[in-house]
């Protein structure tokens, strides 16, 4: 039942996420949109872990563990995003819509192959965020296989 409720609300904090992107410029393809969803409810989770991860919020168990679970729903449980890194939607293409270097296209496959961990890492801070003990022992893993793939953006 858990597991159910959790998927609800996984489905519709994306729905709101996506209905939030759709307002953005039209001539961002709808692809692109999509995984900037992602990336902000990914953002949203982790900035909820972190800033309890790191004092600068009360450590609360019941949110830390629904926040590493909705985590785990968006990017590890799947959201099939292979369609929202379509060819053609690179800063080149884009310029400031998008944060995605061309580099990724040239890369892909391999590009995929070293966050493959983050599967490992969020089930592991699911786990473990019940205590925040726990919950700063892994959330460490959890950005360095965010960042794997974070190095194909550009920093504005």
Known sequence: MKKIVGIICGAIAAAVAFSVVALAD???????????AVMQLNNYYLSILGNMASGKTKYDAKLAVASAKSLSLVEA???????????????????????AKPEIWST????????????????????A???????????????????ACHKYRSGK
């Open 26 to 36: 039209s001539h961002v393809p709808s692809s692109v949109k999509a995984r900037q």
């Open 77 to 99: 449980e799947g959201i099939d995003q292979s369609t929202m890194w379509a060819p053609g939607t690179s800063t080149a293409e884009l310029g400031d819509a998008t944060r």
């Open 108 to 127: 892909w496959p391999a590009i995929m192959e070293p966050i493959k961990g983050i599967k490992v890492s969020i089930d592991a801070m699911v786990n």
């Open 129 to 147: 965020s019940g205590t925040l003990e726990g919950l700063q022992s892994t959330i460490g893993d959890v950005g360095k296989s965010c960042a």
